[in-house]
Nanobody, 119 residues
């Protein structure tokens, strides 16, 4: 299984970005997808997750109401729509996959995409 995140960039505060996570090497609908981020000098943190069908999503409090995750199983791709971006959202964003059912941790990770939000 391989994941590739893309769509990052440099934007001003208040702008929007959509990240994509392309999945290959397996059956996409056998996996849940999580989004994580890591800012310079900080620990990696959870951002959002979506279950195998897209019917259930969860979010960190810091992004709730601004970010939306979705997926298109026909395209083997998950998305993270980020609206009303803030400078504190600046980080490298990663997508990860967890096997369902039964997976206990995210076993597959993409390479990350940089998001920089200027004030």
């Amino acid at each position: 299984v391989q994941l590739q995140a893309s769509g990052g960039g440099l934007v001003q505060a208040g702008a929007s970005l959509r990240l994509s996570c392309a999945f290959s090497g397996g059956t996409f609908s056998d996996y849940g997808v999580g989004w994580f981020r890591q800012a310079p000098g900080k620990e990696r943190e959870y951002v959002a997750a979506i279950n195998w069908s897209g019917g259930r999503t969860t979010y960190a409090d810091s992004v709730k109401g601004r970010f939306t995750t979705s997926r298109d199983n026909a395209k083997n791709t998950a998305y993270l729509q980020m609206n009303r971006l803030k400078p504190e959202d600046t980080a490298v964003y990663y997508c990860a996959a967890i096997r369902v059912p039964g997976g206990k941790q995210y076993g597959y990770w993409g390479q990350g995409t940089q998001v920089t939000v200027s004030s």
